[in-house]
């Protein structure tokens, strides 16, 4: 799975690359579960569905500046780009508490989702840049898992707070992790980069040629986690559990150290099929689990089924993406994962609240389970065949 190397990956550089990474997801992360029940509070008219699906916007705002990464990245410093976008973005987490009604928080959620896209584009890239060249797959894997780890415990951070204070708090504190992350990045020493001349317009930094098939496939693994993410604090309160909300994030940032851990000690020497299997399947009980038994410890230990589930799954896909790629494409490689993520996540978001305001809190589950079974059949019948056939390491 990782690239041996005598090379050392844990720079200074790089140590401080992976904290901005993992602060910045803390911070976006962070009101989520928070913020559709928010917005139904402050815009009387507004329902949760729409709520869901203004927050979704997010990711498909990633889609309007996606093109155009390769030339902003060759054409200026990819750092003072990431720096500037990165401020950007959290400033407008500022903006949430100060607008008067829906219309407004959409056309927020689509800049910051643009900006969110550059953010990462960029971040990643500089990530690359400091990484030996002999050490760059493992990078990509350890930059990426700082992110995974900053969507479980932004959330557990973000419900703490809101327990003892309000939503205006836990925007403040989205911001200060925001702007510590973007202290980290402004630390990061880069080489100099010469430009290549890329084109204005182009699917390099963006899109990997051969990684539809597996983009397609993370998506309908990422669904179930923006199910999750945007419902599971309204479920709780409606069985009076909504305390363990806070332990339930925790136990998913548990669940993705325990599958660090597994990864090094249990798969060390397993092929990439066995840990997305265990991890879809992992996914499938932890639902499971949330539809039969309502209680404290069943909700915590669903939670680290869920951490460890995605851990498994999530980290190979990104594998997946960099064999795909071609030595010079581990930039677009990681920047088509994280959009087939969030993209995802989006989709998660807005279906998870509509179905919730449709029907009830099972049916989220359920629906989370047939997602789950679809990308276990995607896996096994699609992507695996197209990825040995088209890997390139």
Known sequence: MYTVSTAKLWTSNFVWAYISNFLLFVSLYMFLPILPMYMVAKFPSTTLGEAGIVLALFAGAMFLVGPFYSYIIDTYKRKDVCMFSFLTVIAIVGGYSLIGCLFWMAVLRIIQGALFGITTATSSTVAIDITST????????????????????????????????????????????????????????????APIGAKAFSTDRFLLSRGWVTSGNLVLISIIFGMLISTINVYAASINLQYVTIRFFGAIGFGFILAMIANRVVFVEADFRARIVSGLILIILSLLLLITHYNEISLITSGVLIGLGFGLAASDFLVLFVNLSEHCQRGTANTNYLLAWEVGVGIGVALGCNLVESGSYMIVFQVGIIFAVIALLYFLLFTTKHFVKNKKR
């Open 134 to 193: 002999t050490r760059r797959s493992e990078g990509n894997i350890h930059f990426n898992w700082a992110g995974r780890l900053g969507m479980a415990f932004g959330p557990m951070f973000g419900l703490l707070l809101f327990s003892f204070s309000d939503l205006q708090t836990v925007l403040y504190a989205s911001i200060a992790a925001g702007f510590a992350g973007f202290l980290c990045m402004a630390i990061i020493k880069v080489p100099f980069r």
